[in-house]
């Protein structure tokens, strides 16, 4: 039996397991737990993942507006503005997929 994959890539009809998507992510410093695996959870988990990574990154990067480094509570808000859309998008394609069960 084949095990269902979640990750956003196969949601997109790419044939890309989830043990795949998680090598991926562990080389980006994103560790996916085995037991999250072939579970809609897995989803989350990376979102989450890479939104305290954009806040320290954004944290070290010049905001365009200001010219000077993200502020705290800037970098916080534009990783919560792409966590959004990552879990917006995830929402969409879970419901494609069970639309087509």
Do not use: C, W
């Amino acid at each position: 039996m084949t095990q269902k994959s979640y990750n956003i890539q196969a949601l997109r009809g790419h044939n890309y397991s989830d043990t795949e998507f998680q090598a991926d992510m562990a080389q980006s410093g994103i560790n996916i737990p085995d037991q999250l695996l072939y579970r809609p959870e897995l989803n989350e988990f990376v979102a989450k993942a890479m939104y305290d990574q954009n806040v320290t990154s954004y944290m070290e990067t010049p905001n365009p507006f200001t010219q000077k480094n993200y502020t705290e509570k800037e970098a916080h808000q534009q990783a919560k503005e792409h966590y959004n859309q990552v879990m917006d998008n995830v929402s969409a394609l879970m419901k494609i997929d069970k639309e087509y069960k």
